[in-house]
């Protein structure tokens, strides 16, 4: 056998050992969410798979919460952040890739540096600010703020920004083009990889955020779907199988959209390394 082949074979399977070790978890949290009880899921030796497939869990936990509000509200918070950060991020990112003012550079890593700065830091001026609006228990204190940029994102795409020939740039302007027909027409089709790239990676943020909604939701009826899942955890007893099956419903969005996007994410991270 060809030595090169033998070394790709061996490389397969040592993919494919690695994929089943990352798919483990994700196996035990399905068969789980199918089993009948405690009794079940902490038998020993361990079980993965149950005696038989309890489908009836996914509709138990459907009724037993408002789980269509809690998907409301995720999806309105999800899409309006989301929104938020591609048109803030995208223009800042914009503006500093291509337009020559004072202080250009020392405002960039400005921005950049508020990278370091550790998020539960803000969190008491945040809410003290949040409060003084009347935003505590609605879900404005999670949408708006998206709408004033991403310190990651707008280094993300200034830097594919920057990987774009100036002369582009130069060229629309002779034509008579405004600066936001440049960005609009010109900047943005070509930012196509890199803006992608934004959407998925702040979609699984924002979908996946447990920490803001538990700070500034109280009433249930503002409840995303990740703080609902909190409503199965009791202070002396967990139903597993049932928070395993809820889980996996949370969870399916997010996977769906990182598989479908997989390819943009490297290929706009990578594009974006270009020119520094």
């Known amino acids: 056998m060809n030595p090169r082949r033998v070394k ?7 993919l494919l050992g690695l994929s089943a070790i990352f798919l483990m978890p994700f196996l035990w949290m399905f068969t789980t969410s199918l089993k ?3 009794d079940e899921i902490f038998t020993y ?3 993965i798979f149950p005696k038989a497939w309890h489908f009836e869990n996914y509709k138990y936990v459907l009724e ?3 789980w269509l509000t809690f998907l409301k509200n995720s999806v309105i918070i999800t899409f309006l952040s989301t929104l ?3 048109i803030s991020s995208s223009m800042a990112a914009f503006a500093f890739a291509t337009l020559r003012f004072r202080g250009r550079d020392k405002i960039f890593i400005l921005v950049i540096s508020t990278m370091m700065i550790p998020y539960y830091t803000t969190l008491i001026p945040q809410y003290i600010l949040f409060a003084k609006l009347g935003w505590i228990d609605t879900l404005k204190p999670l949408w708006v703020p998206a709408f004033f940029g991403s310190a990651y994102f707008i280094f993300l795409l200034r830097q594919f920004f920057k990987s774009i020939p100036i002369e582009l740039f130069e060229a629309a302007r002779i034509d ?3 600066i936001f027909q440049i960005f609009y027409k010109v900047y943005l089709p070509l930012a196509r990889p890199a803006i992608i790239t934004t959407i998925i990676l702040h979609f699984i943020t924002a979908w996946s955020d447990f ?3 538990l ?5 249930e009826e503002n409840y995303t779907l990740v703080l609902g899942l909190n409503s199965f955890r009791g202070m002396y007893y967990t139903s597993w199988h049932y928070l395993m099956a809820a889980t996996i419903m949370v969870i399916t969005p997010s996977i769906i959209v990182f598989l479908i996007g997989q390819r943009k994410i490297v290929g706009g991270i990578t594009l974006s390394g270009m020119k520094l």
């Not at 790709?8 to 040592?14: N, R």
């Not at 700070?215 to 009433?219: E, F, G």
């Open 36 to 38: 009948g009880g405690e």
């Open 45 to 47: 030796p361990p079980q």
């Open 84 to 86: 938020g950060v591609v």
């Open 211 to 213: 920490f803001g909604p």
């Open 64 to 66: 037993l919460y408002p």
């Open 8 to 14: 790709l074979l061996f490389l397969y399977i040592a």
């Open 176 to 178: 008579g083009a405004s």
């Open 215 to 219: 700070i500034y939701l109280q009433s």
